[in-house]
């Protein structure tokens, strides 16, 4: 019985640290406004694009990076970009982008925030360039 508690305490300790390693790094779900407002007061954003290139053909934010939730090497594609700056996730409706905003996340990005509510056509109507 003594070393049940054993192997369960450990348990728990290794999940408290693994929680806490992770304490820094979150997705900040925005609205489309919130999302702008953000992404417009922080220098050097990361804007990424996550639909397929088909779509990114159609129209595109200029300042985007197109990273295709699609490719089968997104993460491989995202770790080009700087882990400490902000980075800023889109697609067209917003199912995608925090799928991917997830992801990088779990990657190691320290500072993820994913449009939702809203996509491509809705920062094209607020004059994102």
């Known amino acids: 019985m003594n070393k049940l508690k054993q192997v369960v305490f450990g348990l728990f300790f290794?999940?408290?640290?693994i929680s806490c390693s992770d304490a820094n790094s979150q997705v900040n779900n925005l609205n489309l406004d919130g999302f702008v407002s953000k992404i417009n007061s922080t220098p050097k954003a990361q804007l990424i694009d996550v639909r397929t290139?088909?779509?990114?053909?159609?129209?595109?934010?200029?300042?985007?990076n197109l990273i295709s939730i699609a490719d089968p090497n997104?993460?491989?594609?995202?770790?080009?970009?700087?882990?400490n700056k902000p980075v800023f996730v889109y697609c067209a409706v917003g199912g995608r982008s925090a799928r991917a905003s997830s992801m990088l996340q779990q990657?190691?990005?320290?500072?993820?925030?994913?449009?939702?509510?809203?996509?491509?056509?809705?920062?094209?109507?607020?004059?994102?360039?």
């Open 14 to 17: 290794g999940l408290a640290i």
């Open 53 to 64: 290139p088909g779509e990114w053909a159609q129209g595109k934010i200029g300042s985007s």
């Open 74 to 83: 997104f993460i491989q594609q995202a770790s080009k970009l700087d882990k």
């Open 107 to 129: 990657a190691g990005f320290k500072q993820v925030y994913n449009l939702t509510g809203a996509g491509y056509s809705g920062l094209a109507q607020k004059g994102m360039k």
